[in-house]
């Protein structure tokens, strides 16, 4: 069956500007998580949805960092003026109630100049 | 922080069988221990997972010692495609109040040589 998409797949913007990524997890998943994964580094997690809520948000880096789910299902990051920092690769992952595997879309990778 | 150390690389013949360590000597009687590998530029991809026993799947089997402070990923025939940075991680059930996230460390890069 079709895995955990990610749009875009290559985000290049300038500093200042917001950015908006897109989740599509596995049909049925209930559970949806973004991670990050800058040049060199881990992956670290940024925000886990159960449903349409996030009991996670701890590791947004900051205010301008905030996702949404609607529906369930599809999930949107949004990065507000954006910084060189930010530049990373933003992942998505779901996981369903019953399995707790977690699968990994793609990712998107972001580049702010 | 990660609860599991790996040498940082390894190399192996192609053909043979790569046996990837990892420590996780503080590991609790809740937590399973998870593999995951990631190809460049590619998003990580789940391998296997356990919690004491062995585990057998149609990429890799997975040895946790008795005492479960320790594991070994086996690729029984490695291939150039198995070339990645595989990740060995700790996680608590969620339903046992265990946090949903996973806690990637710096993993351990392989390389598969013709």
């Known amino acids: 069956g079709a895995g955990v998409s990610q749009s875009p797949s290559n985000k290049v913007t300038e500093k200042g500007k917001d950015v908006e990524l897109r989740c599509d997890p596995i049909s049925g998943h209930t559970a949806l998580y973004w991670y990050r994964q800058s040049l060199g580094q881990g992956l670290e997690f940024l925000i886990y949805f159960q449903g349409n809520s996030a009991p996670d948000k701890s590791g947004l880096p900051s205010d301008r960092f905030s996702a949404e789910r609607t529906g369930g299902s599809v999930s949107t990051l949004t990065i507000q003026r954006t910084q060189q920092e930010d530049s990373a690769v933003y992942l998505c992952a779901s996981s369903s109630r019953t399995e707790e595997t977690q699968y990994f879309g793609p990712g998107t990778r972001l580049l702010v100049l | 922080d990660a609860k599991t150390t790996q040498p940082p690389s390894m190399d192996c013949a192609e053909g043979r069988a790569a046996n990837l360590p990892c420590n996780h000597s503080?590991?609790?009687?809740?937590?399973?221990v998870y593999w995951y590998r990631q190809i460049h530029s590619q998003g990580p991809q789940y391998i296997i997972h356990?919690?004491?026993n062995n585990e057998t799947n149609e990429m890799a089997s997975l040895i946790i010692t008795e005492d479960r402070k320790s594991s070994t990923l086996i690729l029984p025939h490695a291939t150039l495609r198995d070339t990645a940075v595989y990740y060995c991680i700790v996680r608590p059930w969620v339903t046992q109040g265990g946090s949903e996230k996973l806690v990637f460390g710096k993993g351990m890069k392989l390389t598969v040589n013709p």
């Open positions: 503080t590991i609790s009687g809740n937590e399973y």
């Open positions: 356990g919690l004491k």
